[in-house]
């Protein structure tokens, strides 16, 4: 049995020392004397009247001492645990993309996860789930929140406070930079003990892990792509100056790959809506970049997907949409061949916001989160204990009953001073 306010057991020990002096002062007998006229008192037996310890006054003692007891108990609300295991778990693990391969980050939580665990999954917000659902763990396109984890296993550790002496984190994350903010030492000093981590393979890069389908030849724009280096294979983002085949499309589909469709402006084979003529737009916006310059615009891509780049005037320069766990990205932007805007820095950074990931998110950061924030994260000590997780507020279910059982022993003692007492004569 353990107590929630232990205090009021004090309290209550002292009210009771407080009665019982006071019983045992109000008992003490006046001293006799014998009166100057006994001498004219008959010879025979005498009987005079004196105040003595009636049963009652011990009834009395006992019925406030008990109800000051229960009070006492009750305010200091007991509860009684079942048996607990020496240490418990909560297995946070990394959903977000910073996850490179989906079957070893459920091969890790596998190793580790075990019969009675808590698991927590997270990317930008963290969700209790069943252990059960270990081996159906997917992984998202958000950005990983590891403030969002902690704050996640310290709220499922509370539901296991009574169940465990101990309680072990265990975090299953690649641990890049981009998942910690200036909010996660704070969430991390909630959870008072030690953490473990099991490290997965981060994914790499997609601004840096793209391919081209033709070669750059005197094609402006694909000599401005190639400089940004080519990856034959491995890539996550696919760059088509001709119309996409349907392999294209079926590559596509897989989890994180764009496959960006960026014709040319002369293209027949497009089948989009094309313009009456080709004009020169002067400027084109996708995301913080803006490039100010002769580009050519041969398409209206209004209403064709969702907008991701815009000409000066409003109208899209690039829109995307959906293909399975991927997307397919139109860009309708084109240079002349003379034009030297592709060499410009403020154009290398529109085609970072065009061959951003699905959705216009921002550029992913593969950098590792560096070794003082991982030491900070795992800590050192010993394991966290569960008492210092219990749910504020708790109440004892024995509360309730123990106030009714003072009630009615003060209710007994009413009643016992209402009797008179008992004298002998």
Not at 108 to 120: I, M, Q, T
Request: charged content about 25%; glycine content about 8%.
């Amino acid at each position: 049995m353990t107590w929630i306010a232990p205090g009021y057991l004090i309290w209550g020990s002292v009210a009771v020392l407080a009665i019982a002096a006071l019983h045992l002062f109000a008992r003490r007998r006046p001293p006799s004397q014998e009166l100057p006229t006994a001498r004219f008192v008959p010879d025979r037996a005498l009987r005079i009247t004196s105040r003595g310890i009636a049963p009652s006054d011990v009834l009395l003692f006992l019925a406030r001492a008990l109800a000051v007891v229960a009070i006492a108990t009750a305010f200091a609300s007991p509860l009684v645990r079942r048996a607990r295991a020496r240490v418990g778990r909560v297995v946070v693990v990394d959903r977000s993309r910073a996850v490179a391969n989906i079957a070893e980050l459920r091969d890790s939580v596998r190793s580790v996860l075990r019969e009675g665990d808590a698991l927590v999954t997270f990317d930008s917000a963290a969700h209790a789930a069943a252990a059960a659902d270990a081996d159906s763990i997917g992984v998202s396109d958000a950005r990983g929140s590891l403030t969002a984890a902690m704050t996640g296993a310290s709220r499922v550790a509370g539901t296991r406070a009574d169940r465990a002496d101990s309680l072990e984190l265990v975090i299953v994350s690649p641990l890049l930079a981009e998942e910690i903010d200036e909010a996660t030492p704070v969430a991390r000093h909630a959870w008072s003990g030690r953490a473990r981590l099991v490290r997965v393979r981060a994914r790499g890069s997609d601004t840096a892990s793209y391919s081209l389908d033709v070669e750059p030849g005197d094609d402006a724009l694909l000599a401005s792509l190639r400089l940004r280096g080519v990856r034959a294979a491995g890539a996550s983002v696919r760059v088509c100056r001709a119309r996409p085949s349907v392999a294209d499309s079926v590559w596509a589909r897989e989890r994180g790959r764009v496959l960006v469709h960026w014709p040319r402006s002369d293209d027949r084979a497009t089948a989009w809506l094309r313009r009456d003529r080709v004009d020169t737009v002067g400027g084109v916006a996708a995301g913080g970049a803006v490039v100010v310059a002769p580009l050519l615009r041969a398409w209206n891509l209004a209403g064709a997907g969702r907008v991701t780049a815009r000409w000066v005037d409003g109208e899209p320069a690039a829109v995307e949409h959906d293909a399975g766990n991927g997307c397919i990205r139109d860009v309708g932007i084109d240079v002349d061949a003379a034009s030297d805007a592709p060499l410009r820095p403020e154009f290398r950074r529109l085609t970072t916001a065009l061959l951003a990931p699905c959705g216009g998110a921002s550029a992913f950061d593969a950098r590792p989160a560096t070794d003082t924030l991982v030491s900070s994260l795992v800590g050192a000590g010993r394991l966290a204990s569960a008492d210092a997780f219990t749910a504020p507020g708790r109440h004892s279910p024995w509360t309730a009953w123990l106030l009714a059982a003072a009630l009615a022993l003060l209710a007994l003692e009413w009643a016992l001073r209402r009797e008179p007492r008992g004298a002998s004569t």
